[in-house]
């Protein structure tokens, strides 16, 4: 099961790879000669440094967008199809050395990618007509809660219990079905810019997951919603060719080094990491509610 999970995502990598190449070759060769090596070098730092820190679970997009602005090395427009586009193939590389080295569930971990699969396809024309900032507000509380709970159950305080060691759950298991049907919420809010990551991190780990079982979980989710996007955006060519090949290369190189450190920790580390995650995820998600009240009012 897990094997077809890892061949499908083969065929994602290596088929967006070729639509890729052809497109840049016929459509942006201009691009990759005018570049000075400059722009190759901010490039690759940005696809190195911001997918290393996708691993960890922070997520790629908002450090990568705040590096093309200070370079501004990329045009606005451009931008969303650059990281759609160039952070498949490292998410994907995310997905398929982490479902190979970390112990997950079989079943669980392919119900997962499909709940999320499900959500972000065929919930999104609801999803979008709720309130974000509403959705804002829930959801970081939610992250700070959870990433209290976990500090609490990882240093022994409290009525919390200890952390969970469960590689997953089976069909069998409330778990089991109450973390798909969440997934499902978590694809679907996919589709208003809310990354799937830590919510899905702290679904799992509040439900008795291991810390590393969360990995190949919440990153082969996200592995087989992104391909779809870049197909969109290589077919209009918003992306920038430099940046796009950057994340792609770099961010294989990034997601490599965090690869080796994750696997690397105890566990009681890990979950540490986790948390400041979790903390920074939520922080994130208020900033943006707070600013977006604010914008408001000044309108």
Not at 18 to 35: P, Y
Not at 50 to 73: H, I, W
Not at 188 to 206: E, I
Not at 212 to 233: D, E, K, R, Y
């Amino acid at each position: 099961m897990v094997l077809a999970l890892q061949i499908i995502l083969g065929i994602c990598f290596v088929g967006i790879a070729g639509m890729l190449i052809v497109d840049i070759n016929k459509n942006h060769k201009g691009e990759l000669k005018s570049a000075g090596g400059k722009k190759w070098a901010q490039g690759m730092f940005v696809g190195i440094l911001c997918n290393f820190l996708d691993t960890l679970g922070c997520g790629s997009f908002a450090p990568s967008t705040f590096l093309y602005k200070v370079f501004k090395n990329v045009e606005d427009i451009n931008i969303p199809g650059t990281l759609n586009v160039g952070d498949t193939f490292p998410v994907i590389f995310e997905a398929l050395i982490f479902t190979t080295s970390v112990e997950c569930e079989p079943v669980f971990l392919v119900a997962m990618c499909v709940a999320a699969m499900v959500g972000a396809y065929a919930f999104a024309e609801i999803i979008t007509k709720w309130e974000i900032n509403q959705i804002r507000l829930w959801l970081g509380w939610a992250m700070v809660a959870c990433a209290i709970i976990m500090v609490c159950k990882n240093h022994g305080v409290g009525p919390f219990g200890a952390v969970g060691e469960g590689a997953g759950f089976l069909p069998n298991q409330w778990q089991f079905w109450v973390a798909v049907i969440l997934n499902v919420l978590w694809g679907a809010l996919m589709d208003v810019g809310f990354g799937l990551y830590a919510p899905c991190m702290a679904t799992c780990l509040l439900l008795g997951c291991s810390g590393g079982t969360c990995f190949p979980v919440f990153m082969g989710s996200c592995a087989l919603l992104m391909p779809a996007n870049s197909i969109v955006f290589i077919k209009k060519g918003r992306y920038d060719a430099v940046a796009t090949l950057g994340n792609f290369i770099g961010g294989c190189i990034g997601v490599f080094i965090a690869w080796k450190i994750i696997t690397s920790l105890p566990m009681y580390w890990l979950i540490n990491l986790v948390c400041v995650v979790l903390l920074w995820t939520a922080y994130t998600i208020l900033s943006a509610r707070s600013k977006a009240l604010k914008e408001a009012k000044a309108a």
